[in-house]
């Protein structure tokens, strides 16, 4: 059986991730900050999922996933689906600050830790819920985009750093766009929205074929490969906002 852990399993893209992997037959290690959420996702498979409280943006959190890891009987892959990001013309610094502090801080935190669990093992997989957001960045939401470029950047980066290091450590980076979960956390009308089911699905295809990056869905393709030809000089000029 193989053995997964998804951090940020509570609610909306993780949850519904957890569920697929459960269905699979997986061995499913979940975490997040509400322990309801959490002892839900342990009833309807109690021989198959464990759980623990974590957040991210504390200290403790490595030393909380490496526990659920031994509880679990070991780790497979790794799923980071915790993220935060508002809109913010305003730039109000604690909406900056704390996206940093989740997006780079707990992103780092956690990655790093599981990178270093499958280096002692010689194998796994590491898989993150990053963002089209990170392929531009956007005037409406400064630190949203620019830590999800960031997290682009450092999946990459630690690809090419296992690769020096002889391990076979696969990594998979997840691009969804607007997604109907509670990130959004407003009644504004999305384009292109999707949801969380469908979202969940593709993430486990990808996994499972072990895809290098996946940006969902085709429409969001199309966007993104067009969008990364504006230049510069054009792109500032656009008013990209909903």
Do not use: H
């Given at each position: 059986m193989k053995r997964i852990i998804i951090i940020g399993a509570s609610s909306g893209i993780g949850r519904e991730a957890a569920l697929q992997f459960i269905r699979r037959g997986y061995h499913v290690g979940v975490a997040a900050r509400r322990e309801s959420a959490l002892q839900e996702l342990k009833a309807l498979a109690p021989e198959q999922v464990a759980y623990s409280l974590i957040d991210v943006t504390d200290g403790d959190a490595p030393s909380k996933l490496l526990k659920l890891v031994k509880e679990l009987g070991g780790m497979d892959v790794f799923l980071l689906?915790?993220?935060?990001?508002?809109?913010?013309?305003?730039l109000r610094m604690d909406i900056e600050l704390s996206t940093?502090?989740?997006?780079?801080?707990?992103?780092?935190?956690?990655?790093?830790?599981?990178?270093?669990?499958?280096?002692?093992?010689?194998e796994g997989h590491i898989a993150v819920i990053s963002s089209i957001a990170g392929t531009k960045g956007l005037?409406?939401?400064?630190?949203?985009?620019?830590?999800?470029?960031?997290?682009?950047?450092?999946?990459?980066?630690?690809?090419?750093l296992a690769r020096m290091q002889g391990l076979k450590i696969r990594f998979t980076d997840i691009r969804p766009g607007f997604v109907d979960t509670d990130l959004l956390g407003d009644d504004k009308k999305y384009?292109?929205?999707?949801?969380p089911g469908k979202v969940a699905k593709r993430i486990v295809r990808a996994i499972e074929r072990r895809e290098s990056v996946c940006t969902m869905d085709w429409r969001y393709r199309i966007i993104v490969f067009f969008w990364r030809l504006v230049p510069r000089f054009i792109w500032k000029r656009l008013p990209i906002r909903n």
């Open positions: 689906c915790v993220g935060i990001g508002k809109q913010n013309a305003a940093a502090q989740t997006n780079v801080l707990g992103f780092i935190r956690m990655v790093d830790t599981a990178y270093g669990y499958f280096r002692e093992k010689g005037g409406a939401a400064p630190a949203y985009s620019a830590t999800k470029r960031f997290q682009n950047i450092y999946i990459e980066a630690l690809e090419q384009p292109l929205l999707m949801r």
